[in-house]
């Protein structure tokens, strides 16, 4: 089937170490962004690519990093610089730029620190 | 700039009642107008979206949407509510030439048996 895999479902992070959450579309999207949901915040932007080897922060972008070497691979590192990472991540991903295209969610990664 | 507002954190309706999350907007363009689900532990699911043409959207699970340009609203609806409808709703907004939507709070639907 095709779609968006978020992995691992639930991560837990020690202080001072940097974790990776991966993100693998089979949809042939061009785009693909990530999103940090905390509770009664809604979504914030963290990153965005628009194509491969090309990507944009958003909002929120500090403590975070990404690479975009494969159409169907964004995968997303928590660094330690992000002092509070604990949140509910989402990778989502478009085909095209057309502003009416419909943007398409993965089942979400929850991470911890401890 | 583009926005989005959904003015409600929480909507409750009893079973078999029609129902309405709100939301509305502002763009400098045209809108393009979208609304999720989100179950808990779970993504977004897309409901149904906006684009041009017939101002009443039909969606996913019987929801529909009403765009009111000059209200500049999204209200979703249905016409009997279920408690499996409980859940987190999203209504978003794109600029006509936006890459990245902005999304709102989220609107928290609680349907009572």
């Known amino acids: 089937d095709g779609g968006i895999t978020q992995s691992p479902k639930y991560l837990f992070r020690k202080e001072g170490q940097n974790v990776t959450l991966s993100c693998e579309q089979n949809l042939n999207h061009d785009a693909m962004y990530w999103y940090r949901q905390d509770p009664g915040q809604g979504l914030r932007l963290i990153y965005y690519s628009q194509i491969v080897n090309d990507f944009q922060k958003g909002d929120i972008a500090e403590g975070y990093s990404v690479s975009r070497e494969k159409k169907e691979s964004f995968p997303l590192t928590v660094t330690s610089a992000q002092k509070n990472p604990t949140a509910f991540y989402l990778c989502?991903?478009?085909?095209?730029?057309?502003?009416?295209?419909?943007?398409?969610f993965g089942e979400g990664s929850w991470l911890t620190v401890v | 700039a583009q926005s989005v507002a959904q003015p409600e954190d929480q909507v409750n309706v009893a079973e078999g009642n029609p129902l309405t999350v709100k939301c509305t907007y502002s763009?400098?363009?045209?809108?393009?107008l979208f609304w999720y689900v989100q179950y808990p532990n779970r993504g977004l699911q897309f409901l149904l979206k906006?684009?041009?043409?017939?101002?009443l959207v039909k969606g996913s699970y019987g929801f529909e949407a009403e765009f009111n340009k000059s209200q500049t609203s999204f209200h979703l609806k249905k016409p009997s509510a279920l408690v499996s409808d409980s859940a987190l709703y999203f209504c978003?907004?794109?600029?006509?030439?936006?890459?990245?939507?902005?999304f709102g709070r989220g609107t928290s639907l609680i349907v009572h048996p």
């Open positions: 989502a991903s478009t085909t095209g730029a057309y502003s009416g295209n419909t943007i398409y």
């Open positions: 763009v400098s363009g045209n809108p393009y």
């Open positions: 978003a907004v794109r600029d006509e030439g936006s890459y990245i939507p902005t």
């Open positions: 906006y684009i041009t043409g017939d101002n």
